[in-house]
């Protein structure tokens, strides 16, 4: 494993060059601490920071884990408050145990967070969960340095996705180009399949973290389980998901698989993405709820503009809000994908599903329901209040290239940041023509989408009077006329702000031909090719 030592607590630079044309680059933060893995039994099996941080895990007695994270004055004048913690059950196989965790001190150098986990149909005690050891997996967020409306960011996350009962995919998104395809192979048994040429040669089974929650709040006693089989080829990945009902009517001491539809996170350990900015800037929201009141104890959202509030409209019945103008025209509540963790430390026998709807344009819910599920008096699940953890994130992202142009070097008088058409419409100049001589375009085009994504370049029909090469000047300077001309490729593996420029020459081929003329340059995304943006040049002749 390896660690990128940059500082976790440094304010992310506003590169502010609008009054140069050229964009206001905001890069995301990255909000990890660490995640990984632990064993049953409480050892440490892997772990990953982007922050340096070093993780160490040790017992605490049956079903009750200890998760130390290590760094030199990392965690110095932070509260409990600051942190959101996910954690998943991780097995391949039917069971009826579940976890939560919950931060349980904090010095300058330490955090420490307790991990519970619990059998649900023990039954030596059919209304009280008993502590039982069992492998789980584990994200630790922080969460102050963040304000809302700016965009959060990993430099871990694979894939997210919301998966229907049926195993049909609702929405998901694999960064960097990965194909998210899912399945159901019988009652309560479903699969992920990660899918891109050569993205898992190295890989292994402890490489990944997969977090999983219900998101049926209709069925408010089954819960779902999942992990990375040891089904990894140098193309695919393969993770299960189980789902069982944990307080069947059948008397026993085992669950009864039953189907329903889940929510998905997938984050890999390797070290490709622990350096740089973040890969990916998918997260859209983390909320920390108080089960008692409903309050909102922390709360960050990406969308500008935006404001997060949550209440409790009964016992173990929570909405969350994301109120932020305009953010949700067009949206679909199936692209959003949501999970939770109760925050507890206690040897409790509760479960939380969440459900995520639009109620208008401006406004986001996410509903979160809580129940005893080993409730002596029911086979259903009994209201009850608990605090939870959330996360939600975007797995239908538009990608996007926002390509500004310019008449010189340095960005003075682009236009068409932030602007996207394919007409030009807003996003032209006029550059007078003497002679024959050469005239230059500048031109800057920044990744804007949420995702690693790769750039394509397309030119109008260009009049046979003139003469037109496009260079590339930044980060590699190299000629791409040929590319520009046919829809090529001109830059791999952008990630999210990243920028390339260019540079257009132009100039007419004889002095007796020199009609009015227009060059459009159109930037294309790699990924969603019908997501393209364009620039046009009005060529004056003097």
Do not use: W
């Not at 017992?59 to 409990?80: I, M, V």
């Not at 890999?268 to 800037?281: I, Q």
Request: aromatic content about 6%; charged content about 20%.
């Amino acid at each position: 494993m390896r660690f990128r030592h940059n500082d976790f607590f440094a304010v992310p630079a506003l590169l502010f060059a609008m009054t140069l044309g050229f964009a206001l680059r905001v890069d995301a933060q990255d909000t990890i601490v660490a995640f990984g893995k632990i064993i049953s039994g409480g050892t440490l099996a892997a772990a990953a920071s982007p922050t340096g941080v070093i993780a160490g895990s040790i017992p605490n007695g049956t079903g009750s884990y200890n998760l130390s994270l290590f760094k030199t004055e990392a965690f110095t004048g932070t509260t409990a408050g600051d942190y959101v913690v996910e954690t998943s059950i991780s097995s391949v196989n039917h069971g009826d145990s579940i976890c939560n965790a919950s931060v349980v001190s904090i010095s300058n150098d330490i955090l420490t967070i307790r991990i519970r986990i619990m059998d649900l149909e023990d039954s030596a005690f059919p209304a009280l969960a008993a502590a039982v050891n069992s492998d789980i997996m584990f994200v630790v967020r922080r969460i102050d340095g963040i304000a809302s409306g700016t965009p959060i960011g990993s430099r871990h996350l694979v894939a997210a996705g919301n998966v229907r009962s049926s195993g049909d995919l609702d929405s998901g998104f694999g960064v960097d180009g990965v194909s998210v395809q899912t399945g159901r192979g019988g009652v309560g048994e479903y699969s992920v399949l990660l899918s891109k040429t050569g993205a898992f040669t190295t890989d292994s089974h402890n490489d990944y973290v997969m977090i999983v929650s219900p998101r049926n709040v209709g069925t408010p006693d089954v819960a779902v389980r999942g992990g990375s089989y040891y089904l990894i080829s140098d193309d695919n990945a393969t993770f299960y998901v189980r789902s069982d009902d944990v307080q069947s009517a059948t008397p026993s001491n085992s669950p009864v698989a039953a189907d329903t539809a889940f929510a998905f996170a997938i984050y890999r350990m390797g070290s490709e993405d622990a350096a740089g900015s973040p890969s990916s800037n998918l997260i859209a929201a983390i909320a920390s709820v108080d089960g008692a009141t409903g309050t909102l104890e922390a709360g960050r959202a990406a969308f500008p503009g935006a404001v997060v509030s949550s209440t409790r409209s009964s016992e173990g019945r929570y909405d969350i809000f994301i109120d932020a103008p305009g953010a949700f025209a067009g949206k679909d509540p199936a692209q959003y994908v949501s999970l939770v963790t109760l925050n507890s430390i206690g040897q409790i026998d509760k479960l939380a599903k969440t459900r995520v709807a639009i109620e208008n344009a401006g406004r986001l819910r996410i509903d979160v329901n809580v129940d005893d599920v080993e409730h002596d008096t029911s086979d259903v699940g009994t209201p009850d209040d608990m605090s939870f953890f959330v996360t939600v994130y975007d797995a239908a992202p538009l990608l996007s290239h926002d390509l500004r142009v310019g008449p010189k070097s340095s960005g003075a008088k682009a236009k068409g940041a932030g602007i996207f058409n394919l007409s030009g419409a807003r996003q032209s100049i006029k550059l007078a023509m003497p002679g024959v001589a050469k005239r230059r375009a500048f031109y800057r085009s920044v990744n804007s989408g949420p995702s690693v994504d790769s750039l394509r370049l397309k030119t109008g029909k260009i009049s046979r009077s003139l003469k037109a090469t496009f260079l590339l000047t930044s980060p590699l300077r190299r000629n791409v006329t040929a590319a520009a001309k046919s829809g090529g490729l001109v830059a791999e593996d952008l990630r999210p702000g990243d920028s390339v420029r260019l540079q257009g020459t132009i100039r007419y081929r004889k002095l007796s031909a020199r009609p009015k003329s227009s060059i459009l340059l159109r930037t294309i995304s790699a990924l969603q090719p019908s997501r393209q943006d364009t620039t046009k040049v009005f060529l004056q002749p003097d």
